[in-house]
């Protein structure tokens, strides 16, 4: 069912676990709207009951109520006067809001997105891979597996079904908030006091010829009822519009920014992993394309593939051989003018003596036209390349669209971090320790560790977390005196500064940090301060690089190992 799929029942009893929150908070958001609609409709049917109530009285008593007849009951006139008092809107607007409350929720339950089996199947294929990788397992490094996981994501990139379903979902419940929202909203309008009436529904509240005045005391419950509907479905239709625009694929727009992501990612040649229309234009383009395709060409298609099956008319294995054969007799045709040709140079060669003058004069001019035709022959010989289909775009691929939909219920640092463990792309654990641009002020004797960049993997967390600070490296020393905390530079958030002891040694331990979590543990670093840096100062100035420590430790190292052996 489509609300078990969106409210995550399943999940909430712990009875499917190993599944994504599908729905994102504009999907609730379109459930909850639709139940508010039914939510009225029966709010309203409750308060008015299955018929409108309707008071008649005499025509004299609206004016003066002094008169005997006013005091009488007149329900059963009443009775008698609904149909020509009541107009349709009075009469049937809580059974109008009932009805659509049905169609809206009703909706919910066709399996075009939600529900399908096909949509889960594509999402559980995903979160396969996304455990195991997330997880670290073991088989992850196994080399079948991981051409296995190729072929997933070959089939996610390829395809656009859970694009076309979510489009049509949300093209429908769109058109049917529009409907309803036109339908209330002339209902609303006839009672008002407004005097408008598009329709003409509206009736004088007479009956009898004018013998009597009717009144209908729900007509101001109708009137605000109506009004909160309208503003209900105005909202739903807009959630749903939102949703239709997420599927067109713009990147960077309705909630498709991994499109903007991918499109920066490249493989060790330096071209696109991923082929991304960036152009909105073209991309509003191509969706009018398959549209109109979708609607006028793919149904004659269909049909013309449906005659051909029902005629068994397709191509079998007898075209098959004809068109193999067709290429063997092309063959065997240039094998016959290549002897043919071999043939008469022979007959040219045996001819007698005695006309060898006239023959080597015919040679002569005879020989630019035998060397003139093989030069066509191979000229229309040539070989030519195989063309080949260029790329389609990938803007309405499953991968991404899947990518983008878990976005709302999922760190957007991990999805970007797991496009690096799928993709030729280096990840934050690359990042290592900067000894040419880490160095020591020993003016104040702080130790200031920058780390190397991590390409572009850091360049999109960065822009990922730019309204919160980017990403954060986060890390301490481990030296004699224990844990030593670091600082933050002015100039670079992303150093670290520590007031170190020379001549002792320390570990770095630091990873990286993004909106408060871990992403990525780098490697620890060991570095010794040197006793004296009166040398490094002369060489350096007063901020000594750490490379200068590394060397010289080195070479201390070495020292002591020679003289030790």
């Known amino acids: 069912m489509a609300f078990l799929d969106i409210l995550n029942i399943p999940g909430l009893l712990g009875a499917d676990l190993h599944s994504f929150k599908r729905a994102n908070i504009y999907d609730k958001l379109d459930l909850g709207l639709a139940g508010v609609v039914a939510l009225i409709g029966v709010s309203v049917l409750i308060l008015n009951g299955f018929s409108s109530p309707l008071t008649c009285v005499p025509a004299g008593c609206s004016s003066s109520g002094t008169s005997t007849n006013c005091a009488l009951d007149w329900a ?22 009932v009805g659509l409350a049905l169609l809206l929720v009703g909706l919910l339950t066709v399996p075009i997105y939600w529900g399908s089996n096909a949509s889960k199947e594509l999402f559980d294929n995903f979160y396969y891979i996304w ?78 010829n004018g013998a009597f005045t009717c009144t209908i005391p729900n007509r101001n419950l109708f009137k605000w009822f109506g009004l909160l ?27 498709r920014n991994f499109l903007i992501y991918a499109n920066q990612l490249n493989d060790n040649s330096g071209e696109h992993i991923y082929n991304i229309q960036t152009n ?137 971090l797991f496009m690096t463990k799928i993709n030729p792309v280096p990840g934050l654990e690359n990042k290592k320790v900067s000894v040419d641009i880490s160095y020591l002020d020993t003016t104040s004797t702080t ?26 490296i986060v890390g301490w020393l481990e030296g004699p005196t224990g844990i030593m905390w670091s600082q ?43 006793q004296d840096t009166k040398k490094q100062i002369k060489k350096y100035g007063n901020n000594v690089p750490l490379s200068a420590f590394i060397s010289q430790s080195l070479f201390q190292k070495f020292s002591s190992d020679g003289v030790a052996a």
């Not at 059963?76 to 809001?97: I, M, R, T």
């Not at 739903?236 to 519009?241: F, G, R, S, T």
């Not at 920058?450 to 822009?463: F, N, P, R």
């Open 229 to 255: 509907t309208s503003v209900v479905l105005v909202t739903k239709a807009i959630v749903n519009l939102k949703c239709l625009l997420f599927s067109l694929g713009l990147p960077g727009l309705f909630g």
């Open 280 to 416: 909105p234009i073209m991309v509003l383009l191509q969706t009018l394309l398959v549209v109109l395709k979708l609607v006028f060409i793919a149904p004659i298609q269909w049909l013309v593939a449906f005659c051909k099956f029902y005629a068994r008319k397709y191509d079998g294995p007898k075209e098959i051989i004809k068109r193999m054969s067709a290429t063997n007799i092309r063959a065997e045709q240039k094998e016959t003018k290549k002897v043919e040709k071999e043939a008469k140079a022979l007959e040219t060669e045996a001819s007698g003596d005695d006309d060898a003058a006239v023959k080597k004069g015919d040679a002569k001019k005879e020989k630019p036209k035998e060397i003139e035709k093989p030069k066509e022959e191979e000229k229309k010989e040539e070989p030519v390349s195989t063309p080949l289909v260029a790329r389609p775009a990938q803007n309405w691929s499953d991968l991404f669209f899947i990518i983008d939909i878990l976005s709302y219920n999922i760190d957007s640092c991990d999805l970007i």
């Open 488 to 530: 933050k530079t002015q100039d670079n958030p992303k150093n670290l500064a520590f007031a170190v002891s020379l001549g002792s040694t320390y570990e770095l331990v630091s990873a990286v940090y993004g909106r408060g979590r871990m992403l990525a543990r780098l490697q620890n670093f060991t570095f010794q301060c040197p």
């Open 76 to 97: 059963f006139q009443s009775g008698l006067c609904k149909n020509e008092v009541l107009s349709l809107p009075d009469a049937n607007f809580h059974y109008l809001l």
């Open 131 to 208: 455990a195991k990788l997330k997880n670290g397992d073991e088989e992850c490094k196994d080399v079948e597996w991981k051409r296995r996981m190729h072929f997933v994501l070959d089939q996610l990139k390829s395809g656009n079904s859970l694009t076309t379903r979510y489009a049509l979902y949300h093209g429908l419940a769109l058109i049917a908030d529009l409907v309803a929202l036109v339908v209330v909203g002339l209902y609303t309008l006839n009672f008002t006091d407004l005097g408008i009436d598009p329709l003409g529904l509206a009736t004088d509240g007479t009956c009898s």
């Open 447 to 472: 130790m200031v560790v920058s780390h190397t960049d991590a390409g572009v993997i850091e360049s999109l967390l960065d822009t990922e977390l730019a309204t919160e600070g980017g990403l954060q």
